[in-house]
């Protein structure tokens, strides 16, 4: 029976329009990020009192300093005495004032920093957490700006921005008491300016939000193309485009600057003291509007939950009326109601041109998206009721172009691993050896402790894709997703690959995308993909007697690798 998934077009963080007024539920939820801390925050705040109750005594004392010294209507001892006691207390206020200061700063910096891991840890866990539709449409430098950018605004709003807010607003208070003590006329006239200043910063203060969500998407601009040329530093140099990609960096931070500037002279216009916090809290408002969009959505496609079957899988895979478009391009079908059944065990080949799908075979199977209609079945179970993180404890993948972290090679492989802890190291020499890792690891002064750099760009292609095929073994999976590599590697290498992929194959049920004759020569079955369908299927013999066909194009094209 077909299924429908709901698939909602998911909406860009800039897509959606971001209000630009303080709504009270916004503001509820901001500072409730602040509840874990309220110890630290409260004590700060009572260093924050007593030290801006100081700052306010010292001009007042020092008033009465001066009366004393110019206002000569007592005795010049009793006016020393008097003197000498004042000087004191100043003095004493000076250092208590100094303490406090120092207590309110260091509570709320800590406190500030530990909202702001707090959230940076929520707004990773979800980001992680999201279906891979999601992260097609997202710029990995967007999401960065997000987790480190919005998260230190909102800490720093919570934290040193009200500690700020609370000192003008205590000054304020104890200013007018002192106003009021000294002349009510001279208060009054000094508080009919409140009014209209306060209505004036509630509108400056959404024209301000407007201006910091604006620089904020900016600076995320600016990171994604630095995150972008950075990350692939090696096609930048290999084309000598660096001076073009500095160019189009001071391009977009120039953006940044202009609206920095907008952004200074908005808020250096708008007072200082209180209006200033209220700016900031507005400035805070917007970021933590986009963190809350991150935090609340919830994946389409869950990281774990479901069925859990009580028996290792035995490899039998369905793939039954299989339409899909890929989230990001709506427009565009990529399998138009293909059926695909793979007994346990069995090799199957899958060709077809470039673009015709076979990958996107591979990405369903592993449930990094859904079909828009029909099921896929790992022995008879639909794997939309199994639990994701099962189906993947149970295949092993080798991408086309495998990327390690930057870490040891021992790292790699055990990251393949469901627990590594339970790796003994026979199992992982023996694997190692069958993966032809462990020949070119004993050449390495630092053996298996050699770090491999970022993305491995310390290794060949060749061994990285050894070390790829002994990260999907180690978990000893029961269904193998092969994508072989395009591009060539030389004769010794691809002998190697070629042999490890043999070894590794028996047992299980492999499908492969395959691009070497010779793993398509061995295959069980060859399905041969074109309009996203298969529309040939069978052995390489069979196939080849055909006299015409999708399948005997592709090979008088000589679409496959000789090895
Ligand atoms: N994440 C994505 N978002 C949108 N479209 C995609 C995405 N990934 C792939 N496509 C498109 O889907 C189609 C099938 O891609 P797929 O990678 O499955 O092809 P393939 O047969 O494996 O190609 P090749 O042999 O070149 O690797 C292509 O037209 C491709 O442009």
Redesign the pocket.
Known sequence: MAEKVNQKKPMCLKEKEVSTGLKKSELKRLFSLAKPEKWKLLIAVGFLLVSSTVTMAIPFSLGKVLDIIYIKNEGADEAKLKLNKLCGILLCVFVLGAICNFGRIYFMSTAGYRMTNALRTKVFNSILKQEQGWF?KRPTGELINRLSADTQIVGTALSMNISDGLRSLVMVCAGTGMMLYMSIELALVGLAIVPPIAGIAVVYGRFVRNISRKLQDSLAESTKVAEERISNIRTVKSFAQEPREMQSYLKSITDVLTLGYREAKARAFFLCGLSSFYSDLNKSMGAATRIWEIIDRKPVIPIEGGFIPMTLPEGHIEFKDIKFN?P??HD?E?LNHLNLNISPGKTVAVV?????????LAFLLLRLYDPVEGAIYIDGHNIRDLDPAWIKKHIGTVG?EPILFSCSIKDNILYGANDPEQVTEDEFVRISKEANVYEFVQQLPDGFDTVVGERGVMLSGGQKQRVAIARALIKDPKILLLDEA?SALDAQSEHLVQEALERVMKGRTVLT?AHRLSTIQNADVIVV?QKGQIVEQGRYEELCKRHSGVFKELIKHQTFKEI
């Open positions: 097609d890929y990001a391009r565009m990529i077809g041109k470039s673009g015709s799908g076979k990958s996107t086309q395009t995308i993909l």
